[in-house]
Structure formats: C-alpha cells, structure tokens
C-alpha cells in the first residue's frame, strides 16, 4: 500500500498530516522523495495553495504517479474557503475533464475538502475547549459562536477578517493559547499529538460535526482495510 498525498497547505498540513498518518496507519511510513517508493509508504507534497495546487500541481503529480507506476491512491487535500463543498468538488473535476488529466487505471483519485480548513476541523477538540476564558478576544469569539456545542464547520465570520478560513485559524490560536499552546501555520503545535487527534475523532463519531474530518477519518480506515 503507497499513497501520494497533494495537499494545499504551504506549511501547516505539510506537517500535520504525517504526523496524524503516524497515528491512524502507523504501518505506513512517510517518504521525502516518490521516486523512492517501495512497500507500506507515503508521500507528501505541498501544492502551495489554491488555486496553484489545481493548475499547476495536479498534472504534475498526476504525471509523477503514472510514471512511478507504485501509488495506490493519489489523495488530494485542499480547503473549501469561501466555497461550501459541493462547489469546490464540482470545481476539481471539472477542471481534470476539461484538461484530460488522466490517472493509471491502477491509482484511484481521492478527494479530501477542509470545511472551511484544517483548522476548523482542529476546532473541534472540546477537551482543550475553555468556557470561561481569561482572554477578552477568545470571549468575543465564543460569543460570535461557540464551537463547544456547534459544528466548526458552520461557523461563519467577523467583519475584521476576509474569509472564513483566516478567521478560523484566529478562533484557533485563541482557543490552544488560553492552554499556553503556541500555534501557528509554520508550527502547528499541540494539534498533530494523537491525543488532540484522538478527541477530534470522538467529536466526529459521538456526533453528526466536522463531516469533512470525518471522510478523511474514513478513508484512513479504509486503507487499513487494505493492507
């Protein structure tokens, strides 16, 4: 079982995602280079976000993969933004059928949507959640909306910020810095430990939230299947 991953983040998921794998399918064993690939291995390689991933990357990998000739599944990673879903999956497969990207019959294509990024999915540990915050900024936020008993996936934005993925990632580092956990997109710190991991899943699988997270939890067992 070998697995290329293409994922969007310039930094942070470059970096979370072995680490998570490390986790959910600790009998496979990350790679720097694909065409090194031998047996129970992944690849990581970072599209250096939307829309470059699809107009420039894709082919790319898709090219190195048919070469390569050993991938099982070529996954690709990007978040929804300011899209819902359905848009941005509609959105990459209209884009491979007008290129006439064409993956070996031996590699299915799978596609994984952030809703709206990776850090709303890390929204969701209720563990390291804190109510009564100290800080006036994570108050104002849990105001706006509390992730506690919400789906992060639902939440919307302030005035102050542009998209909803920026915010989502201010509601993070607010909500991980109350508990002197220091994140940033170049250091996802505190996210990528299999206990944070761990009640991420919990969230996902006690209730109907993070549905994206979910898919990308179920792709994981899958392949485990498969081994």
Known sequence: MNIYFLVEGKRTEKKVYPKWLSHLIPELSEIRDP????????????????????????????????????????????????????????????FIEKENIQ????????????????????????????????????????????????DPEMMGKTDEFETHAQFHAAYLREMLLERNIYYTKKHPRGVTEKSYLEELIKRTTKTDQIQTFRAFLEFCKQVKREI
């Open 103 to 150: 993956l070996n019959d031996d590699t299915k294509f799978v596609l994984i949507i952030q809703n709206r990024c990776i850090e709303t999915w890390c929204l969701g540990n209720r563990k390291v959640f804190k109510r009564n915050a100290e800080s006036e900024q994570l108050r104002a936020y849990i105001d706006f909306f509390d992730i506690s008993t919400n």
């Open 35 to 94: 065409f090194t690939i031998d047996h129970h291995q992944f690849y990581v390689f970072n599209g250096n976000g939307f829309p470059s991933i699809l107009n420039n990357h894709l082919r790319n990998s898709v090219e190195d993969v048919n070469t390569i000739g050993k991938f099982d599944y070529l996954v690709m990673c990007i978040d929804a933004e300011e899209f819902d879903v359905q848009e941005r999956t509609d959105e990459v497969f209209k």
